[in-house]
Nanobody
Framework: QVQLVESGGGLVQPGGSLRLSCAAS????????MGWYRQAPGKQRELVAT???????NYADSVKGRFAISRDNANHTVYLQMSSLKPEDTAVYYC???????????WGQGTQVTVSS
């Protein structure tokens, strides 16, 4: 019974930047991990970045050095700062929250990111 609301997607030129936000609401416990995944048309969903409650981060090799994930625990919000964007970053980006006590994952609706001239 957790809802995730994503925002910040859009059209950006190669080399540009975008910041995605995901705010969680509902029955949220204090212990949870959050992350971002992305899915391009005709492709499977792939991991982009995750962040634990103690701010330990994990990134896909394709985005290391360009993307940065962060969280605001007071507002149950996770961010994805994307820089040096490439056309291959084009995808629908999904926010995920995992409640560690149950292991249940909750997903956002997805936000489109398009990198094109």
């Amino acid at each position: 019974q957790v809802q995730l609301v994503e925002s910040g997607g859009g059209l950006v030129q190669p080399g540009g930047s975008l910041r995605l936000s995901c705010a969680a609401s509902g029955n949220i416990f204090n212990i949870y991990d959050m992350g971002w995944y992305r899915q391009a048309p005709g492709k499977q969903r792939e991991l982009v970045a995750t962040i634990t409650g103690d701010t330990t981060t994990n990134y896909a090799d394709s985005v290391k050095g360009r993307f940065a994930i962060s969280r605001d625990n007071a507002n149950h919000t996770v961010y994805l700062q994307m820089s040096s964007l490439k056309p291959e970053d084009t995808a629908v980006y999904y926010c995920k929250l995992r409640r560690l006590r149950s292991g249940i994952d909750y997903w956002g609706q997805g936000t489109q990111v398009t990198v094109s001239s």
